[in-house]
């Protein structure tokens, strides 16, 4: 079935870097995405959405990049800081899903000082 | 402003029994959708509810069942548990059946012995 993944399990960088977390999607019908961040033991938290009619949105430290040629979604977080240390998920809704997300499996940033 | 809302936030229920999850959406939100997170993994949703009827399904079985309140409440139950089902349960809201921004709980374990 149609699916979403992550390129990478687990991102390590040095506080203050930029970090880079990539996802790729399968299902061309989609026309919304989402980045959430999860901590441990807690709900996904929204990050940033990016809708296909656009190919890059920027919000507070955070960018997404939307290349729908390749299906490729990636989100650039600013200035790692030790409090983005998380798993962060990339969701899809395709046209006429209504609110149904599909995930990928994450990926575990981890922010070193 | 509330987010969104569960309970409880842990629960341990034995196999065969039956268990209900409640869920209050945001503030503003009308529909209500339910996934379920094992370790590890990333949500998988199971259905959404609007204008208290279930618009969309997962693949789930129907022991799991659902129902939305006129204050846009809703329930999760699942009946003749397995050890399977343990997990986290998300609850998630939106504003409209699509295409708006939807936001996750804090979520509830649900742990079967």
């Known amino acids: 079935g149609e699916s979403v993944g992550l390129h990478l399990p687990t991102l390590s960088v040095q506080e203050g870097d930029n970090s880079i977390i990539n996802c790729a999607y399968s299902n061309s019908a989609s026309d919304y995405f989402i980045w959430y961040k999860q901590e441990s033991g807690k709900g996904p938290q929204f990050i940033i959405d990016?809708?296909?009619?656009?190919d890059k949105r920027q919000g507070q430290r955070v960018t997404v990049l939307l290349n729908k040629t390749v299906k490729h979604l990636s989100l650039q977080i600013a200035a790692t800081q030790p409090g983005d240390s998380a798993v962060y998920f990339c969701?899809?809704?395709?046209?006429?899903?209504?609110?149904?997300?599909?995930f990928g499996t994450g990926t575990q940033l981890k922010v070193e000082l | 402003d509330a987010g969104v809302t569960q309970s409880p936030t842990h629960l341990i229920k034995t196999r065969g029994q039956q268990v209900t999850l409640r869920c209050s959406p945001k503030s503003g939100h009308d529909t209500v959708s339910w996934y379920q997170q094992a370790l590890g993994q990333g949500p998988q949703f199971i259905f959404q509810?609007?204008?208290?009827?279930?618009?969309q399904r997962g693949n789930f079985p129907d022991r799991f069942s659902g129902h939305q309140f006129p204050n846009y409440s809703s329930e999760l139950n699942v009946n003749a548990l397995l050890l399977g089902d343990s997990a986290l349960y998300l609850c998630a809201s939106a504003q409209g059946p699509s295409g708006n921004t939807i936001y996750f709980g804090e979520g509830s374990w649900l742990t079967v012995v």
């Open positions: 990016i809708r296909s009619n656009m």
């Open positions: 509810y609007y204008e208290e009827e279930e618009r």
């Open positions: 969701a899809e809704n395709p046209t006429g899903g209504g609110n149904k997300l599909t």
